[in-house]
């Protein structure tokens, strides 16, 4: 077996038994791991998104539990590109989740390539493109206001290459669609058709938490070239 191979099955069993055993540790909220983690199919589909991208860089808004961080991890040791990195942002790992997420990705042997920024990700997006990062793809499950996620999607469409991918997670709610809709309808982003065909939070319903038949995760593809609309083209979502 070679190192690349050995990687990639340590990775796969820490995922196996965060999916089947939940996390060593949780927050004394009832179903807390099963509400704030992002479910295992959902994960394989954004494991495949990021392989078929082929993927090498990949910055990640919110990481408690780390069911998509292993996810693009996993990604990562697939393509196996030679500088992987992934920056995971989550200002609330070490005091609300008592750094479960984190010690997963370490056991997973995940921390030589990944970095974890403990700021805000207002704070840490800006800092990433001062330093001039570029990454291929982001994954955003942060902060749900839609204030926050629009700031978010401000910084990653300047950090992530153009025709590049960002995928957002519950999108089902009216405050994170409805930020993601702006930049849709105004700077060119595509929906990727069939990105994830089992989002939906259940099969036979399909019905978000704010009803409606709206998937959970939506990926966009970036434009390329890059542009800056005229502000007298706005259109109102």
């Known amino acids: 077996m070679t190192d690349t191979d050995e990687r990639l099955t340590r990775i796969q069993e820490v995922r196996r038994r965060l999916a089947q055993e939940g996390p ?6 009832e179903g807390d791991f099963e509400t704030v983690t992002v479910p295992e199919r959902h994960c394989d589909e ?9 993927a090498e860089k990949v910055v990640e808004v919110g990481l408690a539990y780390a069911s998509s961080a292993l996810a693009i991890g996993e990604a990562l040791a697939i393509v196996n ?3 992987p990195r ?3 942002i989550d200002p609330y790992q070490g005091r609300e989740y ?3 997420g984190w010690d997963l990705m370490c056991s997973a042997g995940l921390d030589e390539i990944a970095t974890l920024m403990l700021d805000p990700s207002s704070v ?9 990062f570029v990454a291929d793809a982001a994954f955003v499950d942060g902060s749900h206001r839609f204030h926050e996620v629009f700031v978010d999607l401000y910084f990653l469409r300047k950090i ?7 995928v957002v997670d519950d999108d089902w709610w009216p405050s994170v669609h409805t930020a993601a809709c702006y930049y849709e309808r105004n700077l060119g982003w595509t929906v990727i058709p069939d990105a994830f065909p089992d989002a939906f939070p259940d099969k036979a319903i399909g019905v978000g938490p704010q009803g409606g038949q709206r998937p959970r995760c939506k990926a966009f593809r970036l434009p390329d070239p890059s542009f800056e609309p005229s502000f007298e083209d ?4």
């Open 24 to 29: 060593p540790r949780a927050r004394d909220r």
């Open 46 to 54: 954004l494991r495949d998104l990021m392989v078929a991208e082929r």
């Open 81 to 83: 590109r030679p500088l």
């Open 86 to 88: 992934h920056i995971v």
């Open 98 to 100: 008592a750094d479960a």
């Open 124 to 132: 840490a997006l800006p800092r990433l493109l001062t330093e001039g």
């Open 160 to 166: 992530v290459r153009p025709g590049g991918l960002i």
């Open 234 to 237: 706005f259109r109102a979502w």
